[in-house]
């Protein structure tokens, strides 16, 4: 068999005692930061990137990656106990999470939150790991045309899943398209849009904008939100869930998992779509009595589950196309060009020894979060107990180090500060920013891509129709706009998302 | 006509604004043909989607309805803003001790809750945390102090 021998290889890489270490201080910090309100795996991944520089590519990939799935149990800790979401993935694990604390099951509900995660983050990588291989080698066989179809079709799908308005989230993606081309262009050698500024030669830093927009710009705005938090302290009490329990969620769990896989797979989705889409789905099917928003365990399990498969699998399209489908997973791109790895899926076959490192990395870390967040849950609480006043002042001052070390350029941070504000002022207009980062991060592989394209077709925009891999991607765009715009579904989606 | 919607009004105007600002920047760029784009091709096309998405935004916010928005907190945002530029100033010349110093104190002073003496543990905490991290654990190459 491929896979296990493949996977051999990948645990021999990820069991080495430098690379345990990494995938622990990974999803140590990332179960720290999941639990800290106001700071996310974004902003974490865009601080340690000059740190990443440091390590073996398979090491800073492994630790990076290990702060993304960790943040989503950290998550579910806060939004249980202090009625606030630790990640935006966990909002919806504060409906029935936070009243089941209120009644005194905090520990189980802590539990089984741990127990579903650890369940769908298995399965998930599992999942990565049958699928990924026969993906990229359909990728392999991708041309300019099709790449270009499929990033249309990646941002549409990221548009159409985003919170909000529709319009606002396209004309995000096409200022972030926009903003990606600010430098010099590969083919001419033009400079572009840097405003006779030399800073700009190479281009907006990436890490510098969305450290402004997801660290800066978001402290600015809670900031001015009145923080009424209501800690439920008292005893957590026993952690591991009854066997009635385990009995009663076992379905939520295995539906959470498989819905939160699939939407963790689509650009745009990831963790907190699928939390989403889990619990909505809950409500419906799970068997009675319901006592969904009023501490039915289930609405803790499912979209827990939901969230760490939706958190594993949105590797999937980063791995196997080079495509990110969220904000973190365009910062590991970030990550692996600067060890000179191009994204795409050439890395299987290239590097072996770090994908599949990166895949059992993924059981380890689940394993060390059961750990860490089971027997530990006293020490996250306490953590909970430090004040933001204390907390954002040490995360600007990260942001800036961090912003600073990666080229030891000073203009990087004035990038940072118009962007900061920038960021403000689009949260306070409704407008998504996760669209304007991932469009960002394809403008100049979209123009490359549509470049190359039209070189071989003379010119002839056609060509997008007739490669037929090609058309599929851009039939599947316009049927998901069309069905957006269909007054019914937006109601639905409107419902769906806003609950 | 009345602005119905103000949050999809000014979001409209915003993007015709960077729509323009591209539109302006452009001009000079060669196009090319479709088949041989030149350096102008794409941002070009980008732009002109973009004006015509904030033309829509706009159009339609004065149609529809839409919720109003919330006060702007310009003072934080500013000087937020402006500490982060600061550091950017300071860390070449002053070195990390210095502008993290500012840096901290002045974003602390930015919220509601500001305690001088609370905020003097953080800085310091803070320099000696990065400091020995940063400079020592990691060796980046970042001056301590100011350079003379």
């Given at each position: 068999m491929d896979v296990i021998s493949n996977l051999g290889l990948g645990f021999g890489v990820a069991?080495?005692?430098?690379?345990?270490?990494?995938?622990?201080?990974?999803?140590?910090?990332?179960?720290?930061?999941?639990?800290l309100p106001g700071i996310g795996p974004v902003t974490t991944v865009a601080m340690l990137l000059p740190i990443s520089f440091t390590l073996q590519p398979e090491s800073a990939l492994i630790l990076l990656a290990g702060i993304y799935y960790g943040a989503q149990y950290g998550g579910s800790t806060t939004a249980i106990l202090v009625n606030i979401p630790g990640e935006a993935s966990s909002v919806v694990t504060t409906i029935d999470g936070h009243q089941m604390a209120r009644q005194g099951r905090a520990g189980p509900a802590l539990g089984i939150a741990a127990l579903a995660s650890f369940f769908a983050g298995c399965a998930a990588t599992l999942l990565i790991a049958l699928a990924a291989p026969p993906l990229a080698t359909i990728a392999l066989q991708f041309g300019p045309a099709e790449y270009f179809s499929l990033m249309v079709c990646g941002l549409i799908a990221a548009v159409v899943l985003a919170r909000g308005s529709l319009l606002k989230a396209v004309a995000m993606v096409v200022l972030g398209l926009l903003l990606g081309l600010v430098g010099t262009d590969v083919n001419s050698g033009a400079r572009r849009f840097n405003f006779g500024m030399t800073g700009l030669a190479d281009g907006i830093e990436f890490v510098a904008l969305s450290m402004a927009i997801y660290g800066i710009a978001e402290i600015v705005y809670n900031l001015e939100k009145q923080q009424t938090a209501s800690i439920v302290t008292g005893a957590v009490g026993r952690v591991w869930p009854s066997v009635t329990?385990?009995?009663?969620?076992?379905?939520?769990?295995?539906?959470?998992t498989a819905l939160g896989a699939i939407l963790g797979v689509l650009p745009g989705g990831g963790a907190l779509l699928a939390s989403f889409a889990a619990y909505t789905l809950e409500k419906k099917v799970a068997t009675p009595p319901r006592q969904f928003g009023s501490g039915d365990m289930r609405g803790v399990a499912a979209p827990e589950a939901a969230n760490n498969a939706g958190a594993q699998t949105s590797f999937i399209p980063m791995l196997?196309?080079?495509?990110?489908?969220?904000?973190?997973?365009?910062?590991?791109?970030?990550?692996?060009?600067?060890?000179?790895?191009?994204?795409?899926?050439?890395?299987?076959t290239d590097r072996p020894g770090l994908f599949w490192g990166l895949i059992a990395s993924m059981w380890l870390g689940n394993l060390m979060l059961v750990v860490l967040n089971l027997p530990m849950i006293g020490l996250w609480v306490r953590l909970l107990r430090v004040p933001y006043r204390l907390l954002y002042?040490?995360?600007?001052?990260?942001?800036?180090?961090?912003?600073?070390?990666i080229n030891n350029k000073p203009f990087d941070l004035f990038v940072m500060g118009f962007f900061a504000i920038f960021g403000y002022v689009a949260?306070?207009?409704?407008?998504?920013?996760?669209?304007?980062?991932?469009?960002?991060?394809?403008?100049?592989?979209?123009?490359?891509?549509?470049?190359?394209?039209?070189?071989i077709s003379r010119g002839d925009p056609m060509v997008f129709l007739q490669e037929p891999i090609s058309l599929a991607f851009l039939v599947a765009a316009a049927a998901l706009l069309i069905v957006i715009a269909?007054?019914?579904v937006r109601l639905k989606r409107a419902e769906a998302l806003n609950e | 006509m009345r602005i119905r919607a103000p949050r999809d009004f000014w979001s409209g105007v915003m993007f015709c604004?960077?729509?323009?600002?591209?539109?302006?920047?452009?001009?000079?760029?060669?196009?090319?043909?479709?088949?041989?784009?030149?350096?102008?091709?794409?941002?070009?096309?980008?732009?002109?989607?973009?004006?015509?998405?904030?033309?829509?935004?706009?159009?339609?916010?004065?149609v529809l309805s839409g919720e109003s928005i919330s006060r702007f907190h310009v003072l934080p945002l500013a000087v937020i803003a402006a500490a982060v530029c600061l550091f950017g100033v300071l860390i070449e010349p002053l070195g990390l001790v210095v502008s993290l110093a500012a840096l901290t104190l002045i974003s602390a002073w930015a919220g509601a809750q500001f305690r001088l003496a609370e905020a003097l543990a953080l800085a310091a905490a803070l320099i000696v945390f990065s400091v020995g991290v940063f400079v020592y654990a990691l060796g980046l190459p970042l001056n301590i102090w100011p350079s003379l």
């Amino acid at each position: 068999m491929d896979v296990i021998s493949n996977l051999g290889l990948g645990f021999g890489v990820a069991l080495t005692i430098q690379n345990t270490a990494y995938c622990f201080i990974g999803v140590l910090l990332g179960t720290i930061i999941g639990v800290l309100p106001g700071i996310g795996p974004v902003t974490t991944v865009a601080m340690l990137l000059p740190i990443s520089f440091t390590l073996q590519p398979e090491s800073a990939l492994i630790l990076l990656a290990g702060i993304y799935y960790g943040a989503q149990y950290g998550g579910s800790t806060t939004a249980i106990l202090v009625n606030i979401p630790g990640e935006a993935s966990s909002v919806v694990t504060t409906i029935d999470g936070h009243q089941m604390a209120r009644q005194g099951r905090a520990g189980p509900a802590l539990g089984i939150a741990a127990l579903a995660s650890f369940f769908a983050g298995c399965a998930a990588t599992l999942l990565i790991a049958l699928a990924a291989p026969p993906l990229a080698t359909i990728a392999l066989q991708f041309g300019p045309a099709e790449y270009f179809s499929l990033m249309v079709c990646g941002l549409i799908a990221a548009v159409v899943l985003a919170r909000g308005s529709l319009l606002k989230a396209v004309a995000m993606v096409v200022l972030g398209l926009l903003l990606g081309l600010v430098g010099t262009d590969v083919n001419s050698g033009a400079r572009r849009f840097n405003f006779g500024m030399t800073g700009l030669a190479d281009g907006i830093e990436f890490v510098a904008l969305s450290m402004a927009i997801y660290g800066i710009a978001e402290i600015v705005y809670n900031l001015e939100k009145q923080q009424t938090a209501s800690i439920v302290t008292g005893a957590v009490g026993r952690v591991w869930p009854s066997v009635t329990d385990l009995k009663r969620c076992a379905g939520s769990i295995l539906r959470g998992t498989a819905l939160g896989a699939i939407l963790g797979v689509l650009p745009g989705g990831g963790a907190l779509l699928a939390s989403f889409a889990a619990y909505t789905l809950e409500k419906k099917v799970a068997t009675p009595p319901r006592q969904f928003g009023s501490g039915d365990m289930r609405g803790v399990a499912a979209p827990e589950a939901a969230n760490n498969a939706g958190a594993q699998t949105s590797f999937i399209p980063m791995l196997t196309l080079g495509i990110p489908g969220n904000p973190t997973m365009a910062m590991l791109i970030g990550a692996l060009m600067i060890h000179g790895i191009a994204p795409g899926p050439r890395v299987m076959t290239d590097r072996p020894g770090l994908f599949w490192g990166l895949i059992a990395s993924m059981w380890l870390g689940n394993l060390m979060l059961v750990v860490l967040n089971l027997p530990m849950i006293g020490l996250w609480v306490r953590l909970l107990r430090v004040p933001y006043r204390l907390l954002y002042p040490a995360i600007i001052a990260f942001c800036c180090v961090g912003a600073y070390t990666i080229n030891n350029k000073p203009f990087d941070l004035f990038v940072m500060g118009f962007f900061a504000i920038f960021g403000y002022v689009a949260l306070k207009l409704d407008c998504e920013p996760a669209p304007l980062i991932l469009g960002f991060v394809l403008g100049p592989m979209m123009e490359e891509n549509l470049r190359r394209a039209l070189l071989i077709s003379r010119g002839d925009p056609m060509v997008f129709l007739q490669e037929p891999i090609s058309l599929a991607f851009l039939v599947a765009a316009a049927a998901l706009l069309i069905v957006i715009a269909a007054p019914a579904v937006r109601l639905k989606r409107a419902e769906a998302l806003n609950e | 006509m009345r602005i119905r919607a103000p949050r999809d009004f000014w979001s409209g105007v915003m993007f015709c604004g960077f729509a323009a600002v591209a539109i302006l920047t452009a001009r000079g760029y060669t196009l090319g043909t479709a088949g041989k784009m030149g350096p102008g091709y794409f941002p070009l096309l980008l732009a002109v989607l973009l004006a015509a998405l904030g033309a829509t935004l706009i159009a339609r916010s004065v149609v529809l309805s839409g919720e109003s928005i919330s006060r702007f907190h310009v003072l934080p945002l500013a000087v937020i803003a402006a500490a982060v530029c600061l550091f950017g100033v300071l860390i070449e010349p002053l070195g990390l001790v210095v502008s993290l110093a500012a840096l901290t104190l002045i974003s602390a002073w930015a919220g509601a809750q500001f305690r001088l003496a609370e905020a003097l543990a953080l800085a310091a905490a803070l320099i000696v945390f990065s400091v020995g991290v940063f400079v020592y654990a990691l060796g980046l190459p970042l001056n301590i102090w100011p350079s003379l």
